[in-house]
């Protein structure tokens, strides 16, 4: 069923645009095994930047034949291309994400399963990877792909929309955030000793949480230099531990809003809303 939903999709366009910055015309569509050498082009460049800045364990890098498995057993690549200027230029791809459909743990690439919000795998969707061309970032374009993806898991039966982000790397799971996603758990990756955080998004039920004045906690989580303040990290872990999710980061201040759950609650359908009185009267 998630292949076929894939195939289906996979020649037509998800959405086209300008881009905010240049005003250059892109086209988000699924990507097929023909495109990956975009793919690795992209990875390479990203890497390549984040070695120099010493960010490289941002993101596990795939190979171009992991991602043509990938692709052969249902899962998919969303691909943001960007037109060239004129028709003999040639379109460049500006940016990616994978999105998978766990069937194990191993496809899920979560060490710890204690994380998952859901025993069922079949109730998970993941994003993996999400690389954005620096020429092309402060576009948006990680939240124009997430878009599509929270779509389709919606549409696919999916009950959660998660991914691991290190907790350094604000730049993403801010996005995350901004997007109605909240940091729940924390975690540790042996395999290159990155500090991780989840990031999680119920797409049937929502997060209820509590009003006190003292369950909602503000904390700096970086200094000046764009450092992590290890004391603060500690402290984000604990109340992650304790049941507090991270709902907000003030890019400004650096400060993280941590506020603590208290359960779940089914999301409102239409069936369900109240009548809306001032609408009832109005004419069709
Ligand atoms: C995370 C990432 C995908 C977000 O890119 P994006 O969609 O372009 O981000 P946004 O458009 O929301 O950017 C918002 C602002 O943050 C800035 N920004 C985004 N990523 C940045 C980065 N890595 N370093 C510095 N600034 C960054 C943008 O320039 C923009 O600033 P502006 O509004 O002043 O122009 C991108 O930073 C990236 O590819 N990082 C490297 C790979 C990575 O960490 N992937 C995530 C793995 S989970």
């Known amino acids: 069923m998630v292949r076929k939903h894939f195939e289906t999709h996979s020649q037509g366009k998800i ?8 005003g250059l015309h892109y086209v988000v569509r699924y990507m097929n095994a023909t495109d990956l050498h975009h793919s690795m082009e992209l990875q390479d460049h990203v890497m390549n930047a984040l070695k ?18 990938l692709l052969a057993n249902g899962h998919a690549v969303i ?16 940016a990616h994400m994978l999105i998978v459909y766990p069937q194990t743990m191993k496809e899920a690439g979560i060490g710890d399963s204690s994380v998952l919000p859901d025993k069922d795998l079949d109730k998970i969707a993941i994003a993996a990877n999400v690389l954005v061309h620096q020429d092309f970032r402060g576009n948006k374009l990680m939240q124009q ?4 993806w929270l779509k389709i898991a919606k549409e ?19 996005v995350f955030l901004d997007c109605g996603f909240a940091i729940y758990a924390s975690g540790h990756d042996p395999r290159d000793g990155s500090d991780l955080v989840y990031v999680h998004k119920p797409l049937d039920y929502e997060f209820l949480y509590s009003a006190r ?19 603060a ?8 531990e304790k049941g507090f999710h991270v709902l907000d980061f003030d890019r400004t201040t650096k400060h993280i809003l941590m506020t603590r759950c208290i359960g779940t609650k089914p999301l ?16 069709r």
Not at 15 to 22: A, C, D, H, M, P
């Open 79 to 94: 691909g943001t291309f960007v037109k060239g200027n004129t028709p003999s230029e040639p379109d460049r791809l500006a």
């Open 233 to 240: 990290h500690r402290r984000l872990n604990n109340l992650l």
């Open 145 to 148: 792909m997430m878009a599509e």
């Open 52 to 69: 120099k800045l010493g960010k490289s364990h941002y993101i596990i890098p795939k190979t171009k034949n992991y991602l043509r498995k």
């Open 156 to 174: 696919d039966g999916k009950s959660h929309a998660i991914a691991e982000v290190c907790v350094d790397n604000e730049f993403s799971w801010s």
């Open 15 to 22: 959405n086209n645009g300008q881009l905010i910055k240049s």
């Open 268 to 283: 409102k359908t239409l069936e369900q809303s109240p009548p809306d009185p001032v609408n009832d009267n109005k004419p």
């Open 213 to 231: 004045p003292e369950d909602t906690i503000k904390i700096r989580l970086f200094d000046d230099y764009g450092h992590m303040n290890k004391q």
